[in-house]
């Protein structure tokens, strides 16, 4: 069964900096690329980013709200994504999922985690 | 960067109605245009990927049309458990996008 697990979601003040993870099981991690999105409060969906794999050349791509604060990293060896979020800002507050997919679209999806920046 | 709007932003309906929502891109985005269903606090859920393709295991009353820049979802026959939002998305180029959603709600 596919499973995405993510975690580090807190508050934290504007300017400051969070690592969100996300642990995958059962697929093959280093075979699929990921992807972060998030959902502000009552609002839509917003895509932030994703990881091609290795195999693709390992190109990241950002959301123009997020690229130079964001950064997200894969470990294959411990099938795990991240997300460093620096220089938070309030609108980034959001709960974060990580996503992926084996076709078109993404199938899988964890269950979010709350990042919350406000002083 | 590659704009979807859904319409309606929201609707009525009730139990049996056949529902129509609708998803423009400003830009062709061919087939690559995915649907998602969304319930409050829960992840969103595919029904609907390159434009026409079912999701394994959802419900064949979600119907999926249209290529270029004018998408439709349909749902055949409302049940209770459709009363969600839904949202349209094109990975045909990044930074892949969202519609703003539509929520269906019971009249």
């Known amino acids: 069964e596919v499973q995405l697990v993510e975690s580090g979601g807190d508050l934290v003040k504007p300017g400051g900096s969070l690592r969100l993870s996300c642990a995958a099981s059962g697929f093959t991690f280093s075979n699929v690329w990921m992807t972060w999105v998030r959902q502000a409060p009552g609002k839509g969906l917003e895509w932030v980013g994703r990881?091609?794999?290795?195999?693709?050349?390992?190109?990241?791509d950002y959301a123009a709200p997020v690229k130079g604060r964001f950064t997200i990293s894969r470990d294959d060896s411990k099938n795990t994504l991240h997300l460093q979020m620096n220089s938070l800002k309030t609108e980034d507050t959001a709960v974060y999922y990580c996503?992926?997919?084996?076709?078109?679209?993404?199938?899988?999806w964890g269950q979010g985690t709350l990042v919350t920046v406000s002083s | 960067d590659i704009q979807m709007t859904q319409s309606p932003s929201s609707l009525s309906a009730s139990v049996g109605d056949r529902v129509t929502i609708t998803c423009g891109a400003s830009?062709?985005?061919?087939?690559?245009l995915h649907w998602y269903q969304q319930k409050p606090g829960k992840a969103p859920k595919l029904l609907i990927y390159d434009a026409v393709t079912l999701e394994s295991g959802v419900s064949s009353r979600f119907s999926g049309s249209g290529s270029g820049t004018d998408f439709t979802l349909t749902i055949s026959g409302l049940q209770p458990d459709d009363f969600a939002t839904y949202f349209c998305?094109?990975?045909?180029?990044?930074?892949?996008?969202f519609g703003g959603g539509t929520k269906v709600e019971t009249k």
């Open positions: 996503t992926t997919g084996f076709q078109n679209g993404y199938s899988y």
């Open positions: 998305q094109q990975s045909y180029s990044t930074p892949l996008t």
């Open positions: 990881i091609k794999r290795e195999i693709d050349g390992g190109t990241i």
């Open positions: 830009q062709s985005v061919r087939s690559f």
